[in-house]
């Protein structure tokens, strides 16, 4: 007798759960989109896309207008991928809530270097990927300069993420606008860019890598002026930047920061410096 209890009870419930549902539904086919609303993450004090920005890239170019939108049209994973059009948007989710908005969360991009290459000149982040410049705001970050020919959409989108362009419905869901650096005179720079972003101090005393054409690399300081040589191929950078900040701590605070014209740190168990000439 108890066991046909349980088995009405558990069909009561499952016929209860069905009707909600068919009721939610036949609610979201009634109700419109009573707007949008967005939340942008950012590790940094500056937004690099703005929330009409997102509004706008939601609405395909306001050729969707959304708000007033039937709430049973609106497909939260394409309005996703529109978002992944724009290089800065590194995570986007979307959704909708009880009260019938769409609510936005977003993950920013956050420059970490700017390149000025030989033809142009962008932002990387973390990851390496490019990122373009933006009329509104310069970042303040160190600069990648020299010998470089990449340029910011020099590689395949569709080779490096392997996304291509699909449809659904009628529209067409933009292809995710990344790319990361490809050219050997950037990549080769990684290992040094990795240390450099996870070392507070070089974090802050880094302000400027120059490639040279032989694929050596300069690095200049924010106190002194002397200029740091690593050798190529970029090798042992983890020991190369210890005995560097050894030398920092001991020798340039006998001797002072302005006594070395150049300090050559292409073998990983020696440091080699050049002092200035002192006038007579």
């Known amino acids: 007798m108890l066991q046909w209890k349980n088995l009405l009870l558990y069909f009561l419930s499952f016929v209860i759960l069905l009707i909600l549902v068919r009721y939610a539904q036949s609610k979201n086919a009634s109700e419109v989109c009573k707007g949008i609303e967005v939340s942008i993450e950012s590790l940094s004090e500056q937004n690099f896309i703005s929330s009409k920005q997102i509004e706008h890239i939601l609405s395909n170019n306001q050729e969707d207008v959304l708000t007033g939108h039937s709430l049973a049209n609106i497909d939260v994973e394409l309005l ?54 933006v009329s509104h705001y310069t970042a303040r970050v160190p600069l990648i300069t020299g010998n470089i020919t990449e340029k910011y959409q020099e590689s395949n989108p569709n080779d490096l993420l392997g996304i291509r362009e699909t449809k659904k419905t009628d529209l067409v869901v933009p292809i995710k606008n990344t790319f990361q650096v490809c050219s050997e005179k950037l990549t080769q720079l990684v290992p040094l860019l990795r240390e450099i972003m996870q070392d507070p101090f070089y974090k802050a005393q880094i302000i400027q890598i120059h490639i040279l054409p032989s694929g050596e690399c300069e ?44 300090i050559t740190v292409k073998y990983p168990k020696q440091i080699v410096c050049e002092k200035k000439v002192q006038p007579n």
Do not use: C
């Open 80 to 133: 996703e991928q529109r978002l992944y059009s724009n290089p800065y948007i590194k995570q986007a989710h979307v959704y909708i809530d009880m009260n019938g908005k769409i609510k936005v969360k977003i993950k920013q991009r956050n420059p970490v270097f700017r390149v000025i290459g030989e033809k142009d000149s962008y932002y990387i982040d973390d990851e390496f990927y490019k990122l373009p410049l």
């Open 219 to 262: 690095l200049y300081t924010l106190l002194g002026d002397a200029k740091i040589i690593f050798g190529y191929p970029m090798t042992d950078v983890q020991q190369k930047l210890l005995n560097l900040k050894t030398f920092y701590k001991n020798a340039l605070r006998s001797y002072g920061w302005q006594q070395y014209r150049t």
